[in-house]
């Protein structure tokens, strides 16, 4: 459609009229391309005629009223066009590049994952003794304590729950790492355990201890730091996995001032630990508590608000929590979601994100077959508006990532049964809005990978997003057991 733009007959510029019928022919993302190549394209893609008939081909738009569409005056129309566009990445998916990174080091089979602002990092362990190399270089050895271990009766318990054949199965057979973004705090869990260890040569205070409860047969799936405030835990329990945060984050309402995490040494940052393994900032059941319909929340990412919070207010804890999350409802599809919860308990879901039906149930290919068109940008594999760039929300624990800006959402579903696993990218702009705010349609997400299309063909240890502050674009990063794959979108 670019090319268009320098198309002159005799000299002169094509006129206005014949411009616009070309453009209501077009699909929305050659439509805005065109209305971002040069004047006269631009004038033919913004009249009223034309960006009514844009509008109306987005299946989330007509759903806020179609009257409204008709109706709407000229500023309306290109006020709602580009809040669409924003809405829904258009300057973004066509600029997409991946590099894939093979990772030919062999580790042991006692290697231990540590998540890590990096990625995912490795660690041994021998003995009592944990070894943790971490991207520096360095290598740090920390002498494990016992009590990390669950007692002998806790372990016939578990034993018994599972029959005996199946305990080295579950997840608490399995110890769990962190490393803190300041590079000197290291978080390990095992079964309901969770121990924080002061990597360096101080020997005061070494580590702190906490555990998540006194259920015996829950226990730590996954564990990390965000930032340096708050421990993200995923706990698997006989009703599934739920996620909760540990720490203050920026609360000043206990003596804990913010600056722990930000210019603080690291014995200092273990002390604020000490009490904040027991403090939960937030569940993820309470959360499916405060919907109260026996909705199933699962995977929940939170929003940073540092950024946004409202100084006026004497402390961030008064402040509502905007989290993002795969939310399974009792009587409607399961579909993502981002939503506030208040002080009080009260939930407010803020956006919706739509979800795909199963090709089985459309009468339709599989995405992901032999028989389509794969291009060099797996982004535009589809129309920008095909339901196929719509995740199936099936899987019961998806990886989510956050940008800190929180203006891009990532998902990663794995393959789950017949349906293949993809990655997703979507906008979070609207997640957290003023409800004072003019009603907006739903995003609509992109696919970005597919399992099916290599090389994301194996299992996910870790997913991140982060802002390229050189470019003013983003970088996705996904490690899988053998390959680091890193996505570059970059604005138009």
Not at 99 to 124: D, F, L, W
Not at 447 to 474: A, C, E, M, W
């Amino acid at each position: 459609m670019a090319e268009t733009s320098d198309i002159r007959s005799n000299g002169y510029p094509l006129p206005t009229e014949l411009l616009q019928e070309i453009l209501l022919f077009a699909d929305f993302q050659s439509f805005f391309s065109a209305s971002w190549t040069c004047k006269d394209w631009r004038n033919a893609a913004l009249s009223s005629y034309v960006l009514r008939h844009q509008l109306n081909t987005v299946p989330t738009v007509p759903t806020l009223a179609e009257a409204d569409i008709e109706q709407a005056t000229p500023r309306e129309l290109r006020i709602l066009f580009h809040r669409v566009c924003r809405q829904n990445l258009m300057g973004i998916r066509s600029n997409v590049s991946l590099s894939n990174t093979e990772e030919k080091t062999v580790r042991p089979m006692s290697a231990i994952a540590v998540q890590s602002r990096h990625g995912c990092q490795y660690a041994q362990l021998r003995g009592m003794t944990f070894i943790l190399k971490t991207s520096t270089s360095a290598s740090h050895e920390v002498q494990l304590s016992p009590t990390i271990f669950p007692p002998s009766d806790a372990v016939r318990q578990l034993i018994g729950y599972n029959h005996g054949g199946l305990f080295c199965t579950r997840p608490f057979a399995r110890i769990q790492a962190a490393l803190s973004p300041c590079g000197e705090l290291v978080a390990v869990a095992l079964g309901q355990k969770v121990h924080i260890y002061l990597l360096g040569e101080s020997m005061d205070m070494r580590n702190v201890e906490g555990t998540i409860g006194d259920n015996v047969l829950e226990s730590i799936q996954r564990i990390e730091f965000v930032g340096n405030l708050l421990l993200r835990l995923e706990v698997d329990g006989p009703e599934g996995l739920s996620v909760r945060y540990l720490g203050y984050g920026e609360c000043r309402c206990r003596g804990i001032s913010p600056i722990v995490g930000i210019t603080a040494g690291g014995a200092q940052r273990l002390e604020y630990w000490k009490t904040g393994l027991r403090q939960v900032y937030l569940d993820s059941r309470v959360i499916e508590q405060g919907l109260g319909d026996g909705t199933s929340v699962r995977g929940v990412r939170l929003f940073d608000m540092q950024s946004r919070r409202n100084d006026n207010r004497s402390c961030s804890c008064q402040d509502e929590k905007h989290f993002f999350g795969l939310f399974r409802w009792p009587s409607s599809e399961n579909s993502y979601a981002a939503g506030s919860i208040y002080k009080n308990g009260t939930v407010h879901i803020t956006q919706r994100i739509p979800s795909r039906r199963p090709s089985w149930v459309r009468g339709q290919p599989e995405a992901g077959t032999a028989e389509s068109f794969v291009p060099s940008n797996p982004a535009l594999r589809w129309d920008r508006f095909d339901p196929d760039n719509l995740p199936l929300a099936h899987c019961y624990d998806p990886f989510l990532a956050i940008c800190d800006d929180g203006k891009i959402l990532v998902i990663c579903e794995p393959p789950h049964g017949s349906a293949k696993g993809a990655v997703y990218v979507c906008s979070g702009e609207m997640a957290y809005s003023n409800p004072e705010r003019i009603e907006s349609p739903a995003p609509w997400p992109f696919v970005l990978s597919h399992f099916d299309l290599g090389p994301l063909d194996q299992g996910v240890y870790s997913l991140h997003i982060s802002r390229n502050t050189y470019t003013g674009g983003y970088v996705i990063d996904a490690h899988t057991e053998h390959q680091r794959l890193q996505w570059q979108l970059q604005w138009t």
